[in-house]
Structures are given as C-alpha cells and as structure tokens.
C-alpha cells in the first residue's frame, strides 16, 4: 500500500488508521513504549529537504514498532554529490526496504519513486503537492479534541498558495465530513482555487464562526518570481497575523509547523492554552506508526490484537 495523496484513503480506511492509533497512543503513556509489531522490517526514511517534526516523527514510529530503521538526510546524502532520484532509490532498493518514507521538494517525487521499489511508499511531503501524514494527524487530533469530526468548522489560514499542508488537509478534511473554509489574501491563494469548490474569504472576519483557525507558515523558501505575494513579513503580520486576542473563547488554533512568532501568529498565541501545536505533534507519532504497520501489514488488526 503507497499514501502518495490523501485520496488514496477513504473516510473508513482512516478511521481504521485512527482505532490503531489509539493503541499506540496508549502505548505512548506506558514506561516502555514499544512493540514488536515490524520486528525484521526495514524503513528507509529518505529526506531531501529539511524536516524536524515529520522526520523525527517517522523515526520514532518505526523505532517503537522494533522495524530496522535508516534515514537518508539531503545534505549528507549522495543526492549532494549530483545523483538522480531514481539512482538513489535503485540504491536503496537493494537493502529490499518494507517501507521508503519520501520528503522531496519536487510535487509527485513520491509517485515516482515508486517506480523503482517494491516497497509501500509513504509520501511525508513532496514540495507544494500534497503531505497526507499531516492531513491524518491534523484529523486525528481534532477526533481526540472534539470526539468527533463530522459538522466541525475549520478555517485554513495564510500562504495556501505554496503550502501542501493546505492541499492535503482542504481534501482530507472534506471526506470527514468537516466544514473548511480558506481564508487570506488574495496573492496568496492559488490559481484556478475557484474550482476547488471551497469557500474562499479575504477577510479576517470569516474566523467569526468557526470552531478550528489552522494557520499556515510564510513559506518564503518556495517563493517564485520577483514579485513576493505580500510587501513584508511585517506587514502580512500586522494585517493577518494573530493574537490570542483575536482568537474567541472557545476556538482552537491549529499549525502544522515550523511556527514563525510573530508572523501568522504571536508568541502569546502559540503558548496560550487555546493552541493545539503540540498535541498535534503528539497525535502524529501514534498516527505515524498506524500508518507504518498498515503500510506493511494491510491486515494491521491481526498485528496489534
Ligand atoms: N511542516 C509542514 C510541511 O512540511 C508545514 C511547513 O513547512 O510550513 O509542509
């Protein structure tokens, strides 16, 4: 099984990715946090652009499951010294690897390194394309938060434009049946987003009504043109960044992170108790390793029963 893009899944394959990670959440609260589950598997983590959360997530997630676990990292990877994907993945496919988890900064590098590998491969971000972990943590943890994700208001944030978070989580949270608006100015919402079939707003005043503010990064490193999308950081913060007094009393914010302080949000924001920053890291890990044992074993059930 490949999670390229979130589509791959129906609404009842990720419920069935989250009774599983509730195990594993479990687990997480135990002193030995690990199983045998992939005991004899082997996960090749293969990160060509830069990662804290997603990498250390997949590493800790196969550690816990027992499986063989190897990172490949952009910089200290061969790929520096000029070698193709493809060369890169032939390599790797020697060590016959149950799962290659891929972060690419070109959209669809994923869906092609499955080409050369008869591994179960699990897109972890693939440039502004598509990054379905985080699509499945983000629900995982509004499922733990509000016990249910049916008829929940969210509103996504900021830089749609480039983000692949956006992407995942606009179609993902649609199949739960959540109510997703995207919000932000104009130069930074996609071309053609008119037929994505969603609510777009240019104003701050669409949080009103929501029960969910997902803010999205600044993402100035996937930048085109010359023209940058906003005048400044300082003044995109200034117009649309926000404090915990924007946020109403019972809303939640979430951010798939990194976070910028003080740019989509203010430091107070992020530390203030209406943020669910880290319990979406949280969430990731026994998400991660829901995934990891269905990538390997479609019947994960039986594995964890
Ligand atoms: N960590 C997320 C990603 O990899 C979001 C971000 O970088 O802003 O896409």
């Not at 993945?89 to 590098?109: F, K, N």
């Not at 946020?247 to 939640?252: S, T």
């Amino acid at each position: 099984m490949h999670l390229i893009s979130i589509d791959d899944l129906s609404a009842a394959d990720i419920e069935n990715l989250f009774s599983l990670s509730d195990g594993f959440l479990e687990i997480a609260s135990r002193s030995i946090k690990k199983v045998p589950s992939l005991r004899g598997r082997t996960i090749i983590n293969v990160f060509l652009e830069a990662s804290t959360r997603t990498q250390s997530s997949f590493e800790l997630a196969g550690k816990r499951l027992s499986a063989d676990v190897i990172n490949i990292k952009g910089s200290s990877s061969s790929v520096s010294k000029g070698e193709s994907l493809k060369d890169t993945i032939l390599t790797l496919e020697s060590y016959r690897p149950d799962v290659l988890v891929m972060r690419h900064p070109q959209v669809g590098a994923s869906r092609m390194a499955t080409r050369y590998t008869s591994a179960s491969v699990i897109n972890a971000g693939d440039g502004t394309g598509e990054h379905p972990t985080q699509c499945l943590l983000d629900l995982y943890s509004l499922r733990r938060v509000y016990g249910r994700l049916d008829g929940l208001k969210v509103a996504i944030v900021g830089d749609v434009l480039r983000s692949r978070v956006a992407r995942s989580d606009l179609f993902g949270f649609r199949k739960m049946g959540i109510d997703v608006r995207l919000v932000g100015p104009p130069t930074l919402m996609p071309p053609g987003i008119e037929y994505w079939d969603v609510p777009v707003y240019n104003d701050l005043d669409a949080l009103e009504d929501v029960d969910v503010i997902y803010l999205l990064r600044m993402q100035l490193e996937r930048a085109k043109g010359k023209v940058p999308p906003v005048p400044s950081l300082r003044e995109y913060s200034r117009v649309w960044g926000l404090s915990q007094y924007r946020v109403k009393p019972g809303q939640r914010v979430m951010h798939p992170g990194p976070i910028n302080r003080g740019v989509e949000l203010s430091g107070d924001l992020a530390d203030d108790e209406r943020s669910l920053i880290l319990h979406q890291v949280e969430s990731g890990l026994a998400v991660r390793m829901a995934i990891l044992l269905t990538a390997v074993a479609p019947a994960a059930e039986e594995a964890t029963g």
